[in-house]
């Protein structure tokens, strides 16, 4: 599918993330300029001050961006994932060239100007709303300028957190290596800053000494810029519903996620009267989790082998039963209801070139074991944190590489593997990377790894407000094999279909009602 198509058909979904990005990019640079302006204020009338200040603010614009936005998914209180802590972010990033330009401006003014207003019996408050704010507000315009256009950029980011936004695009073609869903996202971001930009630059212009004579007419872009923008945000919200009952559906960070998300959000279009948000490609398991606890996010499907060593931090069992009890009374003590499975045990995957099997004639794990010295190794991050992760398998086989593993992105571990840049991953079953790019499963032959079946799981309190989303998702349960599932997985990340489209044939072909509305 071409950019333009993928546009096209998704105007609806991409209307909503430039209103969600804009918004929070307005909103962040409006809430800097309220703080940053007053602190540059008194940092021009106090230089010690204001040497703190600046500091303080050049602190927070070093500090990445993404690493921000980690450590405020984890922080109480004022953390959490969605909006709040994207906007925290985004206010911090804004405050140091609204309040360096600030401080320039109203240092940069003529002394002249200055005297005369205190000669006129100006008082000091009069002296600065009348003479130096006027004076200094091209500067300070330009500053403006430097945090929106940056914000635009930042907001990309905030995606990873369930901020919303073009992020969504760029990070779920990252995760599913699709080049037409990265510029989806990334084109609009960059002509959106361009837009900010050339609105700011207007406004800068008008502000100088000697444009009065274009004022009239940089007024009027502006307010037309100004409906616009504001048009599309209404318009947008209007659109998706978010003035009518909704539930939000979410998911993780890779292609498998984003499908069964996109199952659960179609399901419950089909058969109920509830609007859906999506807020599909969060992040890993750690974030997709907080999502839920805070009510940022209502349901997503959770595998129950992560959810008891990765969420829960209890024991391993390999006993799928015994693991579905002990993760469906531990959500349940936490307002969280566990939902019938949808079908599938994704578990880890140990994963060699097909070529390599046959050539060393290697089945199951412990075969690997006399070759890995001589092997290069790549995980994702979670998988090396976990419990039941690269820890455990490497005492439980005895495994040894070569060199210490890699740490990169699941999907892209899966090229390097294929590529021949790395010689074994951990992967997932039900990938379609699998037989997309040639690759084999070794069997856990010791049963190092739990049960990873897939299961929805939904805030309690949403489903006593909307007890038919229940009915709604038990459609799917036990229906999607491993088989199907891998099938899917295939047709995103190697056919290069959309998850949506993909999902909604494997809700036809099981002849779920299709939208009457």
Not at 116 to 127: D, E, F, K, R, S
Not at 331 to 340: G, M
Request: charged fraction near 15%; avoid cysteine.
């Amino acid at each position: 599918m071409t950019l333009i198509n993928f546009w096209i058909a998704h105007r609806a979904d991409m209307l909503g993330a430039i209103a969600q990005h804009l918004l929070l990019t307005l909103v962040a640079t409006a809430a800097a300029i309220a703080i940053a302006v007053p602190l540059g204020i008194v940092a021009a009338r106090r230089p010690r001050l204001g040497a703190v200040l600046l500091t303080f603010a050049n602190i927070a614009q070093t500090v990445p961006s993404l690493a921000m936005f980690g450590f405020l998914v984890a922080a109480p209180l004022i953390g959490g994932v969605g909006a709040r802590s994207a906007l925290l972010v985004l206010i911090l990033y804004a405050l140091l060239p609204v309040m360096r330009n600030t401080v320039a401006g109203i240092q940069g003014i003529d002394r002249a100007a200055r005297d005369a207003g205190v000669a006129m019996g100006m008082t000091p408050q009069q002296l600065l709303l009348q003479v130096e704010l006027p004076l200094a507000m091209p500067t300070m315009v330009t500053g403006v300028r430097v945090a929106a256009v940056g914000g635009v950029g930042a907001a990309t980011i905030a995606a990873a957190i369930g901020a919303g936004g073009l992020g969504d695009y760029i990070f779920r073609g990252l995760s599913m290596t699709e080049p037409t869903l990265i510029l989806a996202g990334a084109v609009p971001a960059a002509l959106l800053a361009l837009a900010v930009d050339a609105s700011l630059g207007w406004l800068e212009r008008a502000m100088t000494p000697g444009a009065a004579r274009s004022r009239r007419v940089t007024t009027r872009a502006l307010a037309a810029t100004g409906i616009a923008l504001t048009l599309i945000v209404l318009g947008s919200f209007a659109a998706s519903g978010r003035w009518g009952p909704r539930v939000i559906i979410g998911s993780k960070n890779f292609s498998e996620q984003v499908i069964i998300g996109e199952l659960l959000a179609q399901v419950i279009e089909r058969t109920t009267d509830l609007r859906v948000e999506r807020r599909l490609n969060l992040g890993g398991t750690f974030i997709s989790d907080q999502a839920l606890r805070s009510g940022a996010i209502d349901a997503y499907v959770e595998y129950t082998g992560t959810a008891l060593t990765a969420i829960f931090h209890q024991s391993t069992s390999r006993d799928h039963a015994d693991v579905l009890a002990r993760v469906t009374a531990a959500y349940a003590a936490t307002d969280r209801t566990v939902l019938p499975s949808l079908g599938f045990n994704n578990t880890f995957a140990i994963l060699i070139r097909a070529a390599e099997a046959r050539r060393l004639n290697l089945t199951t794990i412990s075969d690997a074991v006399a070759h890995t010295p001589s092997w290069k190794a790549a995980f994702g991050y979670e998988f090396l944190e976990r419990e039941d992760g690269y820890k455990g398998l490497v005492q439980t086989y005895g495994l040894r590489f070569a060199e210490t593993p890699h740490v990169m992105d699941l999907t892209l571990s899966y090229r390097a593997l294929a590529g021949g840049s790395v010689d074994l991953i951990a992967g997932d079953a039900t990938n379609g990377l699998i037989k997309g790019l040639d690759l084999t499963m070794l069997e856990d032959d010791r049963r190092y790894f739990p049960p990873y079946d897939a299961i929805p799981v939904v805030r309690t309190q949403t489903l006593a407000a909307h007890p038919e989303l229940r009915t709604a998702i038990e459609r799917l349960a036990g229906r999607i094999s491993e088989e199907a599932m891998r099938q899917m997985n295939y047709d995103v990340d190697v056919s290069h279909r959309d998850a949506a489209v993909v999902a909604r044939e494997f809700l036809d072909r099981l002849g779920l009602q299709s939208p009457a509305k």
